[in-house]
């Protein structure tokens, strides 16, 4: 089976653009996980849903992150304008309904904003 | 405000020597703790997991001990071997209903000399 697919791998992009990262979970999985990881900060959770529904946005840095997760196979998340500040690695998890806690990342995507 | 806190941010063992990591938190409602693994490049993966309700869980060479009074959970590895090598992250989080949010700690990288 495939795992959790991330794209793009990696993004350069200027400062004020526009960025879209995107995520394919696990087939079957319900739930979908967002995360962050910096060296100073670690990794951090930005949102996360349940059957497409966002249950808990309270890590999402500003407005100027969104994501959305139209149906069970597809899921973004939008900066919209990056900052400098927003370079990390951005993962995305999924976890099957049936498997309590354990998730399943995918492998990331490694984002730098000159 | 950092829920688990981990350490040692890193570690040096020789090949075939132990290695432990701990984590220590301090909500205690907290009724999962599994500890994750992540090579260089690749999204964190399951390594071993365990509940509030056992003081220690063993697979192969990984053992996860846990002590509820102190708040403290940790992982040995026995045997290290160089394959060892990689960032170990312990979390845990509070489960009932649709709440599957992980709370993780900073990290520690290991290495493994051979």
């Known amino acids: 089976d495939a795992g959790v697919i991330q794209s793009p791998r990696h993004e350069v992009t200027e400062m004020g653009q526009e960025v879209t990262l995107r995520c394919k979970p696990i087939s079957g999985h319900n739930s979908l996980f967002w995360y962050r990881q910096t060296m100073m900060r670690g990794l951090e959770l930005l949102i996360y849903f349940n059957n497409n529904v966002p249950i808990d946005d309270s890590g999402m840095p500003e407005d100027r992150f969104s994501a959305k997760m139209p149906n069970a196979s597809f899921s973004t998340l939008k900066i919209q304008p990056s900052e400098p500040r927003d370079s990390a690695v951005y993962f995305c998890a999924s976890r099957h309904r049936d498997r309590d806690y354990e998730q399943y990342f995918g492998p990331g995507t490694r984002l730098t904003v000159t | 405000q950092q829920q688990v806190k981990q350490s040692p941010q890193s570690l040096i063992v020789q090949k075939g020597g132990i290695s432990i990591i701990n984590c220590a938190y301090e909500?205690?409602?907290?009724?999962?703790f599994p500890w994750y693994q992540q090579f260089p490049g690749k999204g964190p993966a399951l390594l071993i997991a365990i509940r509030p309700d056992v003081s220690e869980k063993k697979e192969g060479r990984f053992t996860i001990s846990f002590n509820k009074s102190a708040k403290q959970f940790s992982l040995h590895i026995m045997d290290s071997q160089p394959g060892d090598s990689a960032t170990y992250f312990c979390?845990?989080?509070?489960?009932?209903?649709?709440?599957?949010?992980?709370?993780f700690g900073k990290g520690t990288l290991l290495t493994v000399n051979p």
């Open positions: 909500n205690t409602a907290f009724d999962y």
């Open positions: 979390a845990a989080t509070v489960g009932g209903g649709s709440n599957y949010k992980l709370t």
